[in-house]
């Protein structure tokens, strides 16, 4: 019983020690894209989108980049060898915008997948000094541009990730959503990620803002030309280059629909859940106890246990939600989607071990209509 006690208050502890360094970090990076003021030096920008069968967004999407009011910008989108009405989509809104450029590929070269191929050739097309990344259901504000390309000059940050607000259909999108900001805040610690010395990185596919001779030395995206989770891994290399990069929220300046149904979002995280952890079993496995035992068994405890195990876990409990609400306010999402953290969490797990078994069992992963193979997937190590 001494041990069992002994090793319930360490665990304890542990979580503790997680949780309030998300809760004083998120504190730190929670700066919003709105709050900064338009660039006065403007340096040439390239914005940079992948549209593989768009033809549900991309017209608001591409319709809100073209009217950013940034005055040295160019918009280069690549058709990935799209089968709906994207190309007509896109021809159309390119005779209304001289300054929108039309990349068409028709067959994907060997070792890439398909989104990354596309976005390395954009910057390969591209001009400006600075390069945006983002994708193509992503609706931005008209001085969004502006404000990061200020936020960039006044800092000397090479690099700029802007979290988006997410917009979702009902009330188990909107938990899962919020429990995943949660697990992406201790996953990425991205109030560390300004910190030359630390190794937290960040990136987020929405936006990613970086200027050209960081993307050139970073490798690009030829170095993830078989990651599923380029966003965080072109990150990743930046920061390994020792440029410096930077987070900022998004809301009211980023908006974007992440998925549309339960079924959607279980398919569509698919390829980068199992990719998230390096396709390693341990790691899965850990990961899933991680999640249990900090985000559903203290939950489940505090209504089946007694004494100091009620504490602790009333505690841990206590933690979590000022987590949340923290991460909340920051990110405009209301509170009470907080209430369905326990089954969000369960949702969260059997999407990782879908996506691990399913992968496994394919021997690869099959997106957009291309399959990937699995030991392809497994060299591209970042």
């Not at 060898?81 to 067959?107: F, K, W, Y």
């Not at 505690?315 to 989607?337: D, W």
Request: hydrophobic fraction near 50%.
């Amino acid at each position: 019983m001494t041990a069992l006690l002994t090793a319930l208050a360490f665990g304890t502890l542990g979580f503790f020690a997680a949780f309030a360094a998300a809760l004083f970090g998120s504190r730190g990076y929670r700066l919003n894209l709105g709050t900064v003021a338009p660039c006065k030096v403007c340096p040439p920008v390239s914005v940079i989108i992948a549209a593989r069968n768009e033809q549900r967004n991309i017209a608001e999407a591409l319709s809100s980049v073209m009217a950013q009011d940034y005055p040295a910008k160019e918009i280069v989108v690549v058709n990935d060898r799209s089968t709906d009405a994207t190309g007509a989509i896109l021809e159309e809104l390119g005779a209304n915008g001289p300054q929108l450029h039309v990349v068409t590929v028709t067959d994907l070269p060997p070792g890439w997948l398909g989104k990354n191929h596309a976005l390395w050739l954009g910057a390969q097309r591209a001009q400006g000094d600075i390069l945006l990344f983002t994708d193509a259901d992503v609706v931005m504000e008209p001085s969004a541009v502006s404000r990061a390309v200020s936020y960039m000059e006044r800092t000397g940050i090479d690099h700029l990730a802007v979290g988006p607000e997410v917009a979702m259909k009902g009330w188990i999108l909107n938990c899962f959503a919020a429990a995943f900001m949660i697990f992406f805040t201790l996953y990425a610690r991205p109030w560390a990620v300004r910190n030359p010395k630390s190794g937290a990185h960040i990136g987020i596919g929405a936006f990613n803002m970086v200027r050209r001779k960081a993307y050139q030395h970073a490798g690009g995206h030829r170095a993830i030309a078989m990651r599923p989770d380029d966003d965080m891994k072109l990150g990743k290399l930046i920061k390994k280059k020792r440029f410096r990069q930077d987070l900022l929220a998004g809301r009211g300046m980023l908006r974007v629909e992440w998925y549309a149904s339960a079924g959607e979002m279980v398919r569509g995280l698919e390829k980068n859940t199992f990719a998230g952890v390096n396709y390693n079993w341990a790691l899965l496995i850990a990961g899933t106890l991680a999640c249990l035992l900090g985000f559903a068994w203290p939950f489940a405890a505090v209504l089946l246990t007694s004494g100091i195990t009620w504490w602790c876990n009333l505690g841990v409990v206590g933690a979590i939600c000022l987590i949340y609400f923290e991460c909340a306010s920051a990110n405009g999402i209301r509170l009470r989607y907080g209430l369905g953290l326990p089954l969000a969490t369960l949702l969260f797990v059997y999407v990782l071990w879908r996506s691990a078994i399913v992968i496994t069992l394919k021997g690869g992963i099959d997106w957009r209509g291309t399959h990937y193979g699995l030991e392809e997937l497994k060299k591209n190590r970042v």
